[in-house]
């Protein structure tokens, strides 16, 4: 019987040098885990201090999670008042794993994960969407209803034309990186998902589907991206 598949999940950090018992924390909800190994997969949490060459070759697919706002400088621009910018570590962490990945490895992005592909493909932040919307309604888990593009990725992995999601984020993609494509927005134009046509298998989502993990569409899409997943174990030597 084929083994399931190893899906690598990022986690959140806070080194601390100076605290001489734990030299900091690593940290990951526990959703994102728990959909992995509801739809088939088996989690490994990947921290900052790892060998990312070596985690490239060792996994069989990505979980990008949520996480805090990318630094501007990384799409280059200044940081907004209202950026709280991810730990380097991890940013530097996932961006050398981005680079060591092979392009058949399927790869999940959430809300900054999402956010994240966008500017590993050189597109840019809309880094406080209140600027721009003139409200807050993307923020504080907000249930909203997105309709997807028919033709999309996403929509044959969720097998869904519309898809609902709980929106916990100020930053959102500014100008589409290259080879990236749209395939959902809210009604007010905010993007809400990506995916790169050219790779098998990367879809980015603005929403977190993790914390909706009853919903029909949610479902099939964490299970599509497992079963992507163990077929690009197979290929592997």
């Known amino acids: ?14 080194h601390d040098p100076a605290d001489p018992r734990t030299r900091g924390k690593l940290e990951l909800n526990w959703n994102y885990a728990q ?3 509801d739809a088939g997969g088996v989690p490994i949490l990947i921290p900052p201090t790892a060998d990312m060459k070596s985690i490239a070759d060792l996994i069989d697919g990505w979980l990008i999670p949520g996480g805090n706002d990318i630094d501007a400088k990384h799409f280059g621009e200044e940081n907004h ?16 794993l981005y680079q060591y990945i092979p392009a058949a490895m399927p790869v999940f992005g959430i809300c900054y994960g999402c956010q994240f592909i966008n500017v590993m493909q050189r597109g840019s932040l809309i880094q406080h969407l209140p600027d721009v919307t003139g409200n807050t309604s993307h923020t ?24 609902q999601g709980k929106s916990y984020h100020h930053q959102a993609i500014g100008r589409v990186g290259d080879d990236v494509a749209v395939v959902a927005q809210h ?4 993007i809400e998902a990506i995916e790169v ?20 569409p949610t479902q099939q899409l964490f299970e599509s991206f497992v079963s992507a997943a163990a077929k690009y174990a197979t290929t592997k030597p």
């Open 197 to 216: 046509p050219a790779r098998p298998w990367m879809i980015g989502v603005q929403w977190h589907p993790e914390r909706t993990l009853t919903d029909g």
């Open 1 to 14: 019987m084929s083994r399931k598949p190893i899906i690598g999940i990022t986690v959140d950090c806070n």
């Open 81 to 96: 008042p209202a950026v709280e910018t991810i730990e380097a570590e991890r940013f530097e962490s996932e961006q050398a």
């Open 35 to 37: 959909a992995v190994s």
């Open 140 to 163: 504080g888990g907000t249930l909203q209803d997105y309709a997807i593009e028919e033709s999309s990725k996403l929509a044959g992995a969720a097998k869904a034309s519309r898809m």
């Open 187 to 190: 009604e007010d134009g905010t």
